[in-house]
Nanobody, 121 residues
Framework: QVELMESGGNLVRPGGSLRLSCIAS????????IGWFRQAPGKEREGVSC????????YYADSVKGRFTISRDDRKNTIYLHMNSLKPEDTAVYYC??????????????WGQGTQVTVSS
């Protein structure tokens, strides 16, 4: 059974930073591409970033490129999303998810309960 548990969400001021973590369990984690999507109230789900299992190739949405960094520690079955220069429009619930095709930001397979990120002064 796939289990993904996100943490690290918080209230932060514009320009601030956060690091989200996602611990994976119950499946062959290292075989999957894995990433993050977010969803704000009244808005569609938006793929944020993804990292492949084989070569660690990374992909970012244009809206976060240059500000967010995704990484994975396969020894700890953990995925991280480092978020810098946060903007109010980054406010959303962030979900960690496995993916069958990293690059399209849509082929999410399983995801966790999410963690709330709020960017506000």
């Amino acid at each position: 059974q796939v289990e993904l548990m996100e943490s690290g969400g918080n209230l932060v001021r514009p320009g601030g930073s956060l690091r989200l973590s996602c611990i994976a369990s119950g499946f062959a984690y290292s075989y999957y591409d894995i990433g993050w999507f977010r969803q704000a109230p009244g808005k569609e789900r938006e793929g944020v970033s993804c990292i492949t299992n084989l070569h660690g190739d990374t992909y970012y949405a244009d809206s976060v490129k240059g500000r967010f960094t995704i990484s994975r520690d396969d020894r700890k079955n953990t995925i991280y999303l480092h978020m810098n220069s946060l903007k109010p429009e980054d406010t959303a619930v962030y979900y960690c998810a496995t993916s069958s095709e990293c690059r399209d930001f849509k082929s999410w397979l399983s995801w966790g309960q999410g963690t709330q990120v709020t960017v506000s002064s």
